[in-house]
């Protein structure tokens, strides 16, 4: 059967550099990038080749440093920053970071937040789209007040985590193991999460420094759980357009989603044989990857898309089908070591972006 290929995805690979522990090993190179063009050669001497739409590399860390994290700036410029227009023309928007451990996941989604308004060389794609979004507000506002119509903007943020299926409120002390129900109009959602209006950028910097405050006390409490748990950053954007044309007031409504979602590590989508808490994890992080890519497949031949099959899918309903504008970007590691875990990343993402994963 001929998969057919999706238009709606878009997938960058990123390789991480090597670090300076790295360099000084001198392994020879088991990934090539070449354009968006990918060769990967296994420890058994198979080479695998893969395209994506685009690749970013740089060789090594010190490369990185002189270019002052201009990579960072460049992967949010190609990557994220489209997302940004599609998401006030009132498209929902996913953006993925999809990887094993220690790939790049959360140094491209999240990298470093800049003190105050100011972003760090290093800041990753969430702050980077943050601060754009709020000067896209500013112009929209500035250009709507010299027109006869009337712009109302409302802007709301969750930040939150799915571990073992669970999800935990990244925003409130409190808010352990929330449930999921499914509104009839406004599809599923997570009941009692907190969402925080916002009206500037250094509020949702404040919000952000707080999730991640708590993503990195959970982490260190449950031995690294930010490995093994999916954490999305979701921004809902309520646009209200109003106008009295012949003495009637016309109102014209635009809402979008704009989710950031940082997988589990991808490693563990093989690791079942493991015991305890940890067979646990691997089975709900299989359950949900594996769900995942069935549902972009089935979007893309237009066929029923198992949404409910796991908590990540569900709650991204709304988010994932119609018209809405899904990236994914795939974070993989520069050492022979780590080469059975970057084949398989690749052909995930691979094969999602072409819609075949389901035949794999
Ligand atoms: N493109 C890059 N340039 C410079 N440093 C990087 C890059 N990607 C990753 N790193 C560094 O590599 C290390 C691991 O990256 P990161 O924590 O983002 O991995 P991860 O995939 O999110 O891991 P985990 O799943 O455990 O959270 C960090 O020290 C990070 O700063």
């Known amino acids: 059967m001929q998969p057919s290929f999706n238009s709606c995805i878009k997938v960058a690979v990123r390789l991480r550099p090597k670090s300076t522990k790295e360099e000084a090993e ?10 968006s063009n990918i060769q990967l050669l296994t420890s058994i001497g198979e080479t695998h080749f893969f395209t994506c739409d685009q690749c970013f590399s740089s ?12 990579q960072q700036r460049e992967v949010y410029e190609y990557f994220a920053k489209p997302l940004l227009s599609q998401a006030f023309q009132g498209f929902n928007t996913c953006l993925f970071a999809y990887g094993q451990t220690g790939s790049g996941k959360s140094y491209s989604m999240m990298g470093k937040i800049g003190s105050k308004s100011e972003l760090a060389d ?7 789209f943050c601060q754009d979004f709020f000067i896209h507000v500013e112009d929209l506002v500035k250009n709507y007040a010299e027109t006869s119509v009337s712009l109302s903007i409302e802007i709301q943020i969750s930040y939150f985590e799915i571990y073992k299926e669970q999800i935990q409120d990244l925003l409130c002390s409190t808010g352990g193991n929330l449930s999921v129900r499914e509104h009839p109009k406004n599809g599923p959602y997570v009941v009692n999460l907190t969402k925080c209006l916002v009206t500037s950028l250094e509020e949702v910097q404040r919000w952000l420094a707080v999730g991640n405050r708590k993503r990195v006390v959970a982490s260190t409490s449950q031995n690294k759980r930010s490995s093994r748990s999916h954490v999305i950053f979701t921004i809902v954007l309520s646009q209200r357009f109003q106008e009295i044309i012949d003495g009637r007031p016309h109102v014209v409504d635009k ?17 079942t044989s493991s015991t305890g808490v940890r067979r646990e994890e691997s089975l709900a992080i299989n359950l949900s990857l594996f769900t995942l890519g069935k549902v972009i497949t089935a979007l893309a031949e237009k066929n029923f898309a198992p949404y409910r099959e796991s908590v990540l899918t569900w709650l991204l309903k709304e988010s994932l089908g119609g ?15 780590h080469v059975e ?20």
């Open 59 to 70: 060789d090594s860390i010190s490369a990185v440093a002189q270019n002052k994290h201009q």
């Open 341 to 360: 875990s970057t084949l398989s990343t690749l052909r995930y993402s691979c094969l999602v972006q072409v819609g075949s994963l389901i035949y794999l």
């Open 255 to 271: 809402h979008s989603r704009i989710n950031f979602i940082d997988l589990a590590g991808s490693e563990r989508l093989a690791s």
């Open 122 to 128: 290093a800041s990753g794609i969430i702050p980077r």
């Open 323 to 337: 018209n809405s504008k899904t990236a994914m970007l795939a974070t993989v590691s520069p050492r022979a070591a």
């Open 26 to 35: 001198k392994e020879e190179p088991v990934i090539v990038v070449d354009g």
